[in-house]
C-alpha cells in the first residue's frame, strides 16, 4: 500500500474514532483498565510506559489510576528533537508540559531507556489481525522502539497497543521502519499477536 492509502485509512480511522460518544469512550477507557489490571506485568516495581490521551484518543486516565495504584514505576514520552522525531520515556511527575503537539509530557530531566521497561502501552489510530499499528505518521515510537529489530532473541518490552475495538482494520501495509505491536487491548480484552504474555 502507497502512501496515499495509508493516509485514506488514518482518514477513515480518525472519523471512526470521532464517531464514538461519551458514553462509549467512558465505557471503554474503564474495561481497558480492568483488562490490564490482570496482566502479569502490572505489578509493584513494574516499568510501564504509557500516555496521556488528547483529543478524541482515549481516556488513559483509568489506565495511569490502576498503573499508580498498583505501584508500578509509571513513564510518559517526551520529545527530544523534533526535526529527527524522537523522543525518551521519562518518570512522569509534575509539573507537566504541552509539546507543540498539544500532549502533556514530563519535564524532568530522568530519561528510561525503552529496551529496559516491562510494558510500553501505545496510542494508535488503527491495527490490524496481524500486529501491524497506524499511528499518526511521525514515527516517534518506530524509532523509540527500533532496538526491537536489532534482537534475535531478547526483544525487550511488551508493546500493547491501546484502543477501541472499532479500530480494527481488515489489513495495514507494513513497512520496514514499522515495529509490529505484540498485542492489543481494547474494551472487548486483550488480543495476543506474536507468543503470550510475558
Known amino acids: 500500500m502507497d502512501?496515499?492509502?495509508?493516509?485514506?485509512?488514518?482518514?477513515?480511522a480518525k472519523a471512526l474514532r470521532r464517531a464514538l460518544d461519551a458514553r462509549q469512550r467512558r465505557d471503554a477507557a474503564q474495561q481497558i483498565a480492568r483488562h490490564l489490571a490482570r496482566l502479569r506485568c502490572v505489578r509493584p516495581g513494574a516499568r510501564v510506559a504509557a500516555f496521556i490521551g488528547v483529543g478524541d484518543e482515549l481516556d488513559t486516565r483509568?489506565?495511569?489510576?490502576?498503573?499508580?495504584?498498583?505501584?508500578?514505576?509509571?513513564?510518559?514520552?517526551?520529545?527530544?528533537?523534533v526535526p529527527r522525531r524522537t523522543m525518551t520515556f521519562t518518570p512522569a511527575r509534575l509539573p507537566l508540559r504541552r509539546n507543540r503537539y498539544g500532549i502533556p509530557e514530563?519535564?524532568?530531566?530522568?530519561?528510561?531507556?525503552?529496551?529496559?521497561?516491562?510494558?510500553?502501552?501505545?496510542?494508535?489510530?488503527?491495527?490490524?489481525?496481524?500486529?501491524?499499528?497506524?499511528?499518526t505518521g511521525g514515527g516517534y515510537y518506530d524509532r523509540l522502539l527500533a532496538f526491537r529489530t536489532r534482537r534475535s532473541r531478547w526483544r525487550g518490552p511488551l508493546l500493547l497497543g491501546v484502543a477501541h475495538s472499532s479500530?480494527?482494520?481488515?489489513?495495514?501495509?507494513?513497512?520496514?521502519?514499522?515495529?509490529?505491536?505484540?498485542?492489543?487491548?481494547?474494551?472487548?480484552?486483550?488480543r495476543f499477536f506474536q507468543g503470550g504474555e510475558t
Not at 3 to 12: E, F, K, M, T
Not at 64 to 75: A, I, K, N, P, S
Request: net charge positive; aromatic share 2%; glycine share 10%.
Open 3 to 12: 502512501d496515499g492509502g495509508r493516509r485514506a485509512q488514518r482518514s477513515a
Open 62 to 81: 483509568p489506565i495511569l489510576e490502576l498503573l499508580v495504584t498498583r505501584g508500578c514505576r509509571v513513564l510518559l514520552p517526551r520529545i527530544t528533537s
Open 167 to 190: 479500530q480494527r482494520l481488515p489489513s495495514i501495509a507494513h513497512l520496514p521502519t514499522d515495529i509490529a505491536l505484540d498485542g492489543v487491548v481494547t474494551e472487548r480484552g486483550i
Open 106 to 135: 514530563p519535564t524532568g530531566p530522568a530519561r528510561q531507556a525503552a529496551a529496559f521497561c516491562d510494558l510500553v502501552l501505545l496510542p494508535l489510530l488503527a491495527f490490524d489481525d496481524a500486529g501491524n499499528r497506524l499511528g
